[in-house]
């Protein structure tokens, strides 16, 4: 239905429209009329029209000022202007009001109607856009909350890239380059530091997490997880790696009171723990304070800053560089890590004179690099491995000596992580390439290659293609086309037979495959001899 206000002081008139309209449309409009200048912009105000046909000249308020008032409460009525006055000053007013149609009176009837269309088709547009936004939304209503999830359990176990966490953050709209992580534990009642009826209470959290989610982000800019038992992750990015106290104040109030609110509507109890800010890589590190947290007091809420449970290093003590240092360690990045570890030496060597010092934290590193190597690298753990790191460190008189030392270890871890994966990979795609050459004459899958190497057929896929620059179908057909070859050129075999004898259970298949890698079919290059 359209609704349709006519505007004009001559009865007349808004008879005459009345009638051509009802005429013309049918029941597919509802029209309601005014006579001056305030009951159209009354009228205006209680029926909403979707189309307003306005007299310039009416007692009171003028027609130009009228929609200027209905404006400025209905963005969406359309306007088609009717005047006795074919005015420039009128028109260009018109115009800056987005009017449809200017019309001069008297109206001719097809003027009207063609009007009306026009602004029915505008309409309706606009109403099939407006679904599609919504329906856009509605659809994003349902995608978001798996994306925000997504990027929580990525950074919770760690098992991202540094691309994936920027293509989720690209995805969420977030800016920041800091964050917070804030655990949201539920139960029946609070009992000293823990939460009652944790299974329990996890059902019934799951049961109102979109209202839990939703009273979340009404306290918090945030991003929030699954309900995983009965704990829900929540990440909140944040301008700064670090919180001032009045702002942690703050938070925490807000979040007290978010407890209190959510207790009252849900029939739960919650804690919340609060996380320091970090860089979003560090997220892991920022939930497991926020949980931390929620052990060391029997508060509602908790926040790390507020208690003595972590580490705090003296003075300008290079924190991130070393986390830096050991994040490129455990990737392989050798140039990287060794240009970390110079910088941290050069930290060293600047700040502290006690050589006993500098040996037992180069030593701490050394082993916790090998230790990242050990788990990473696939190596084999041998306990007196390392039984001359000691002395060799004690006798070193030089710094000099400990630089060389220190950065050739961690050169070696880092090597140790490199080769151990490509020796693997190798090791991996050399049994791969024994069994396709062993079995190409039977019909043979990618599952049944990575079944017998024991890896998963996607990432044998991956590995494959990296190491041989061929993916499993173009090696297996290499392989038994070169064998074809060879049994036509030497043999005389049927080219049944050979089709068998290379896996193929299909002459004509066989033979479509050959004629595209050789270019010949197998009967012409038998009879040409591989000339």
């Given at each position: 239905m359209y609704k349709i206000m006519l505007a004009d002081d001559e009865g007349i008139v808004i008879d005459s429209l009345k009638f051509i309209i009802e005429k013309e449309f049918g029941d597919i409009c509802i029209i309601e009329y005014a006579k001056t200048g305030r009951s159209v912009i009354e009228l205006a105000e209680s029926f909403r029209p979707d189309i307003a046909i306005m007299d310039i000249q009416m007692p009171g308020i003028n027609g130009i000022d009228a929609m200027k008032e209905i404006r400025q409460t209905n963005s969406s009525t359309v306007f088609i202007v009717m005047s006795a006055y074919d005015k420039f000053d009128y028109a260009k007013e018109a115009i800056k009001l987005g009017v449809l149609e200017y019309i001069t009176k008297p109206m001719e009837k097809t003027k009207i109607i063609t009007a009306l269309q026009k602004a029915m088709e505008m309409i309706d547009r606009e109403k099939e856009k407006r679904s599609n936004e919504l329906l856009v939304k509605e659809k994003l209503e349902t995608v978001v909350p798996i994306i925000e999830s997504g990027l929580i359990y990525n950074i919770l176990l760690q098992e991202h890239f540094v691309e994936d966490i920027e293509n989720y953050k690209s995805i969420l709209g977030i800016k920041q380059k800091y964050a917070y992580m804030i655990a949201v534990v539920c139960g029946d009642e609070q009992d000293g530091n823990h939460m009652t009826n944790a299974v329990g209470s996890g059902v019934k959290m799951q049961k109102h997490y979109q209202e839990v989610r939703e009273s979340l982000k009404e306290c918090f800019q945030c991003i929030v997880g699954t309900v995983l038992a009965n704990k829900l992750a929540v990440l909140v990015p944040y301008e700064r790696d670090s919180m001032d106290y009045n702002e942690r104040i703050e938070l925490i109030e807000k979040a007290r009171e978010l407890t209190r609110r959510m207790r009252k509507r849900l029939d739960i109890s919650f804690r919340i723990g609060i996380g320091g800010a970090k860089e979003f890589h560090e997220m892991s590190e920022s939930y497991s304070e926020a949980l931390n947290a929620l052990v060391a007091t029997t508060g509602s809420v908790a926040h790390v800053d507020d208690l003595p449970i972590r580490c705090e290093y003296a003075g300008d003590y290079p924190i991130k560089l070393e986390k830096k240092l050991f994040a490129e360690i455990e990737n392989g990045e050798m140039n990287n890590a060794v240009a970390s570890a110079r910088s941290f030496f050069d930290w060293m060597e600047e700040n502290h004179s006690n050589l006993m010092d500098i040996r037992l934290k180069i030593l701490e590193f050394v082993l916790w690099a090998e230790h990242i190597a050990y788990e990473k690298g696939g190596m084999t753990y041998q306990l007196n491995a390392r039984a001359d790191y000691l002395p060799e460190i004690i006798d070193m008189t030089e710094i000099s000596?400990?630089?060389?030392?220190?950065?050739?270890?961690?050169?070696?871890?880092?090597?140790?992580?490199?080769?151990?994966?490509?020796?693997?990979?190798?090791?991996?795609?050399?049994?791969?390439?024994?069994?396709?050459?062993?079995?190409?004459?039977?019909?043979?899958?990618?599952?049944?290659?990575?079944?017998?190497?024991?890896?998963?057929?996607?990432?044998?896929?991956?590995?494959?293609?990296?190491?041989t620059g061929e993916n499993f179908i173009e090696y297996l057909t290499n392989i038994r086309i070169d064998k074809a070859k060879e049994l036509l050129g030497t043999t005389e075999y049927s080219m049944k037979e050979i089709c068998s004898m290379v896996g193929y259970s299909d002459p004509n298949y066989f033979s479509r495959s050959f004629k595209k890698n050789v270019g010949v079919t197998p009967t012409e290059y038998k009879e040409g001899r591989g000339r």
């Open positions: 000596q400990m630089r060389k030392w220190f950065v050739e270890k961690i050169m070696e871890a880092c090597q140790n992580i490199l080769s151990k994966r490509t020796e693997k990979s190798n090791s991996i795609i050399g049994m791969a390439k024994d069994y396709i050459r062993g079995n190409y004459n039977r019909d043979i899958s990618l599952d049944d290659v990575s079944r017998a190497v024991n890896i998963s057929p996607y990432y044998f896929s991956k590995i494959f293609k990296e190491n």
